[in-house]
């Protein structure tokens, strides 16, 4: 590669997937720390150019993406996923290929010794993070007897893993636990609200994310759900508020990474906020667009510090390693 050449960073996400709302906001994110970056100079004198790849949060399919940047591609560092199954295998590929990879997804498993690798960086909380907060919360304001519904894969599980850990801990107690298909349909959710309302919990904690979300909030609302129960969404987004009415929302408790009101306490998330409006027609970014952000940038920002002329990985890890940073919502 000759130094005129551009640095190429790999985006491998599920665009075509029951989360596309939210990895189509993400990814406007990383685009938009990558157009910051080029527009300083980008990265040791050469631009940056971000290539956008679908792995439909299939793991197997993320495998092959991630080969196909790093061999075909021929990219320098990888940016992803939104499945916390895919990005291990994302990971998995680009550790044995030595190329940088920072993950933009909730994950207790990427930072275990069998998944860690020396250019490994994780830019999201973990799942334990998540529970600590929203566990706590829930047993100590609304109740101890809950039920969980959960999107059946790694994701899910690990929410599920560390909330039941934590609620145990504070002495509360699972009842039940319903595993719902990626890509659920309003009827796959509504055929478990019977039982689910049978089992009269305080506490209906749900784990999924984008159209599954949706579909769940509106089979909730067309059994008056919110009357049983508290129902805790563990993450939404601003993107689930686009598609739902604000009447439907109002009564749940709600998970965000991020709150773009932000922007009125601080400066960094106002920076962020009105240069992602500005670029994208008034879009709000979400926070999982944060991560992107924030994550991308700071793996480029890393890969053009010191006196280096070429790409130095080893130089990358020791950045980022223990550093502190305040890009997008203090520090």
Do not use: C
């Amino acid at each position: 590669m000759s130094q005129g050449d551009p640095i190429k960073l790999g985006f491998s996400s599920g665009f075509t997937s029951p989360y596309t709302p939210v990895v189509e906001n993400q990814f406007k994110g990383a685009l938009l720390a990558v157009e910051e970056i080029n527009k300083k100079g980008g990265v040791l004198g050469r631009t940056v150019e971000i290539l956008p790849r679908d792995d439909e949060m299939n793991p197997l399919i993320a495998k092959n993406v991630a080969e196909a940047l790093i061999h075909h591609d021929k990219v320098d560092m990888i940016a992803g996923t939104i499945s916390a199954a895919s990005q291990l295998e994302t990971n998995r590929v680009a550790r044995a290929a030595g190329i940088p990879f920072v993950s933009l997804s909730q994950s207790n498993s990427l930072t275990l010794a069998e998944h860690l690798g020396p250019y490994t960086f994780h830019e999201a909380p973990s799942p334990y993070m998540v529970a600590q907060l929203l566990g706590r919360f829930g047993v100590e304001h609304i109740g101890k007897r809950w039920v969980f519904i959960i999107a059946d894969y790694q994701w899910g599980y690990e929410i599920l893993a560390s909330m039941e850990k934590i609620i145990k801990h504070l002495g509360a107690e699972s009842v039940k636990v319903f595993k719902i298909p990626l890509g659920a349909k309003e009827d796959d959710f509504s055929a478990h609200l019977p039982e689910i309302i049978s089992f009269k919990p305080d506490v209906l904690s749900v784990t999924n994310l984008g159209l599954d979300q949706v579909n769940f909030i509106r089979a909730a609302n067309k059994v008056n759900l919110k009357k049983e129960m508290s129902i805790l969404l563990t993450i939404s987004e601003i993107t689930i508020v686009d598609m739902v009415p604000l009447e439907e929302l109002v009564g749940m408790y709600w998970g965000v990474n991020f709150y773009w009101g932000l922007e009125e306490k601080i400066p960094s998330a106002r920076y962020f906020v009105d240069n992602f409006r500005n670029r994208f027609d008034g879009e709000i970014p979400s926070g999982y667009a944060g991560y992107a952000y924030s994550g991308v940038k700071e793996l480029l920002t890393a890969a053009g510090e010191g006196n280096a002329k070429t790409l130095d990985h080893d130089a990358i890890a020791q950045f980022l390693e223990g550093r502190w940073y305040d890009n997008y919502k203090g520090r």
